[in-house]
Nanobody, 112 residues
């Protein structure tokens, strides 16, 4: 019943910006802790950012100061604003509900 659908990925040059969206359904969105993960082939899935129902946020060291997670409860949508992108940010980005439910992912490629 829980459904998470990411969008907004694509190809961007180093130093550029991208905004990812995650449309959620099947649960009481405003009560959920929402997270963004990313994964590169051959590597473990990495937690990138978290936002709680109280709007508390947390970021990995690698993205702190560059990425911003936000949510719009009226739209049941979570966002990840990514600025100053680096090649090492290249990954499939996944939206998750409390690290238990997952979307299908959206590819982000940072390359010149």
């Amino acid at each position: 019943q829980v459904q998470l659908v990411e969008s907004g990925g694509g190809l961007v040059q180093p130093g550029g910006s991208l905004r990812l969206s995650c449309a959620a359904s099947g649960f009481i969105f405003r009560l959920g802790t929402m997270k963004w993960y990313r994964q590169t082939p051959g590597k473990e899935r990495e937690l990138v950012a978290t936002i709680s129902s109280r709007l508390t946020t947390n970021y990995s060291d690698s993205v702190t100061g560059r990425f911003t997670i936000s949510r719009d409860n009226a739209k049941n949508t979570v966002y990840l604003q990514m600025n100053s992108l680096k090649p090492e940010d290249t990954a499939v980005y996944y939206c998750s509900l409390n690290s238990q439910f997952w979307g299908q992912g959206t590819q982000v490629t940072v390359s010149s």
